[in-house]
């Protein structure tokens, strides 16, 4: 039989997001992501915001969630730029580097600081190009 541990005061449920808005509180950390990681700034110059282990995370385990706007393909978000942070749900590796296929995910500009968004934190990982993880 499982058993619970009461970890936040707050309460969690299923905000799922649409095209032109994050639904959930913006400020409530994921509180299995704040077990492990922290926000910190990057040590490369113009770097901004990074992710960092608080403790030594063995290979292949999920560190962090990724939630953000969702469009469908072809849909515009309310995002006019490209902000550098989409993910696409589906992956399709014709080439190198993939197309659209059906759902994709973005973190618009107004979420992409700590200082307004905390609730989760995958955007801030693997912004390099020798990168120490893997999207899964």
Not at 7 to 30: A, G, L
Not at 52 to 57: F, L, N, R, T, V
Request: hydrophobic letters at 25%; glycine letters at 8%; a negative charge.
């Amino acid at each position: 039989c499982p058993s619970f541990e009461l970890v936040s005061e707050r309460t969690f449920c299923y905000w799922p997001s649409t095209k032109d808005d994050i639904q959930c509180p913006p400020m409530q950390k994921d509180p299995y992501e704040s077990t492990i990681l922290k926000v910190g700034l990057s040590h490369m110059e113009g770097g901004g915001e990074g992710l960092y282990a608080k403790k030594d995370i063995p290979a292949g385990t999920l560190v962090a969630y990724y939630n953000g706007i969702r469009m469908k393909a072809g849909e515009k978000s309310s995002c006019d730029e490209d902000t550098g942070y989409a993910i696409f749900i589906e992956w399709n590796r014709e080439s190198l580097y993939g197309y659209k296929n059906e759902e994709h995910m973005d973190i618009p500009p107004k979420y992409q600081s700590s200082a307004n968004y905390m609730a989760t934190l995958s955007h801030k990982l693997n912004h390099s190009f020798n990168p120490n993880c893997t999207w899964t």
